[in-house]
């Protein structure tokens, strides 16, 4: 089955600073890549996601790049403020299966 | 539009006991429902999921399972709980052509 990696666990920056948060996923046939953001307490809300057919995906200041050949995708987000810490989970698809997810990233962003 | 609702928020539980959690889905017809656990350091683990009423894939063997007696309703259930079955527990449904995922807001379980 699905086997997804997410790196790091911890991310400390800067407001203001980019973040960058890395997944790796083990099946060829996974074609879709969401990002949810879960604040203390909450449950877990789709930020942003990709298909396997498209490269890069922005969304003001979150954007998502995919390389399905070494079967990784990222999160980068830009100009970090506060309200954007919180744990950030990446996940992988394949039709017919479920969203596997990886082990989360807690961001935390300092004024 | 689609809600999703979950109960109870919060469950202390002695070892041993049994368990039933319940979520419904408004505003849709048959979606795929989802069963997940969210302990800590361990990320969104997958325990189960539904594509139709009676259709279970269980994903990690353990002592807990699952049931869809309706089109909208997936519950999850034990017999005995362990310590180890603590954690934060989240429904959570799709459309069936769609995998956009939404949760429920979650129980969290203490098993003492």
């Known amino acids: 089955g699905e086997n997804v990696e997410q790196h790091p666990s911890t991310l400390s920056v800067q407001e203001g600073d980019s973040a960058v948060i890395k997944c790796t996923y083990s099946?060829?046939?996974?074609?879709?890549f969401p990002w949810y953001k879960q604040e203390l307490g909450k449950r877990p809300q789709l930020i942003i996601d990709?298909?396997?057919?498209?490269g890069e995906k922005k969304d003001q200041r979150i954007a998502v790049t995919l390389n399905k050949t070494a079967k990784h995708f990222s999160l980068h987000i830009t100009e970090t403020q506060p309200e954007d810490s919180a744990v950030y989970f990446c996940?992988?698809?394949?039709?017919?299966?479920?969203?596997?997810f990886g082990k989360g990233t807690t961001l935390s962003v300092s004024s | 539009s689609q809600t999703i609702h979950q109960w109870p928020a919060t469950l202390v539980q002695p070892v041993g006991s049994p368990l039933s959690l319940e979520c419904t889905v408004e505003?849709?017809?048959?979606?795929?429902l989802y069963w997940y656990r969210q302990a800590a350091g361990r990320g969104l683990q997958l325990l189960f999921y539904?594509?139709?009423?009676?259709?279970i894939s269980s994903e990690v063997p353990q002592n807990l399972s699952a049931s869809r007696p309706q089109d909208r309703q997936f519950i999850l259930s034990s017999k005995k709980l362990l310590l180890s079955d603590s954690g934060f527990y989240l429904c959570?449904?799709?459309?069936?052509?769609?995998?956009?995922?939404?949760f429920g807001s979650g129980t969290q379980l203490s098993v003492l």
């Open positions: 959570a449904w799709s459309g069936q052509q769609n995998e956009k995922l939404f």
């Open positions: 099946d060829s046939a996974s074609n879709y």
């Open positions: 990709i298909r396997s057919n498209v």
């Open positions: 996940a992988a698809y394949q039709a017919g299966t479920a969203l596997i």
């Open positions: 505003g849709t017809s048959n979606p795929n």
């Open positions: 539904s594509v139709g009423i009676g259709q």
